[in-house]
């Protein structure tokens, strides 16, 4: 898995933003309805949200626990660590980025044309629905990139895989993969 690139994001959001222009003006002339996500996707796009924040929380919590609770110091209470948690969890962060990038994008897009339509529309409900997505795309895409940066080990740890229960590989070639993944 690779790390995200805040310039990758950008460039997502850059090149959605003219396809979404595109295809709203090819959806307008053919007088279709607007491609703009309804208000309610709002709280599904928030509880994703709060679910990648909170996982991201838990795990920097784990990850530093001086700048936990107090109770998290304590090694005999502590919760054994499970590695595969936090790839769970930067990958969701990577996902959420990725659709906030898409969705800031997008409606981006869609925000110039509607910007262009302010003196000639009666309602304005559509600009301000692209407002609110845009604005939640960013913050998805904030969000994701910093969750996705805490699931990292830290650099200055150089035992870090020796105190994981999944040490990783030692040797170039781990046991019992039976020669499948060797270019000999």
Avoid at 74 to 81: G, H, L, M
Avoid at 104 to 133: E, I, K
Wanted: charged share 15%; net charge neutral; glycine share 10%.
């Amino acid at each position: 898995m690779r790390y995200l690139n805040p310039w990758t994001l950008v460039v997502v959001a850059a090149v959605t933003a003219a396809v979404g222009w595109s295809i709203n003006h090819v959806v307008s002339g053919a007088q279709q309805s607007l491609l703009i996500l309804p208000w309610v996707s709002l709280v599904a796009e928030l509880g994703a949200g709060v679910v990648v924040g909170y996982l991201g929380l838990r795990l920097r919590v784990y990850r530093d626990p001086e700048k936990g609770a107090a109770r998290r110091t304590d090694p005999a209470r502590r919760k054994p660590y499970d590695p595969v948690w936090a790839v769970g969890t930067a990958a969701a962060a990577q996902a959420i980025a990725y659709y906030g990038a898409l969705c800031t994008g997008w409606h981006a897009g869609l925000l110039v044309d509607q910007v262009a339509l302010l003196a000639v529309r009666s309602t304005q409900q559509p600009l301000w629905q692209c407002v609110a997505q845009v604005a939640a795309g960013v913050v998805l895409m904030v969000l994701g990139w910093i969750v996705e940066k805490s699931c990292r080990l830290p650099p200055d740890d150089p035992d870090a895989e020796e105190e994981t229960p999944y040490p990783g590989r030692r040797d170039p070639y781990a046991t019992g993969e039976g020669g499948y993944a060797r270019h000999e």
